[in-house]
């Protein structure tokens, strides 16, 4: 019967890997050819945004408020205080 491990490693300096088999799994494999596949992990996709496309979205999420507005809601907010 065939075996099969599953075994996670880093990628060295160089460009080499290192794999410890644990002992008791493969105790007769030693000396033996055995076969190793490398299954490289895609990168993840960085989104590249325009900077005006950008703020048009902020925008699109948080209506914009004019200046009274704003100072309307400030003021509220100061009056509250004296209660």
């Known amino acids: 019967m065939q075996s099969a491990l599953r075994i996670k490693t880093k990628v060295l300096p160089g460009n080499k890997i290192e794999i410890t088999l644990p002992s008791d799994a493969v105790s007769k494999a030693v000396g033996q050819t055995v076969e190793v596949i490398v299954i490289i992990p895609n990168p993840p996709k960085l989104m590249r945004q325009n900077v005006l496309e950008w703020i048009e ?16 809601d400030i003021q509220a907010e100061r009056d509250s205080w004296d209660s």
């Open 57 to 72: 979205q902020a925008r699109s999420q948080h209506p914009s408020r004019t200046a009274q507005e704003i100072n309307r």
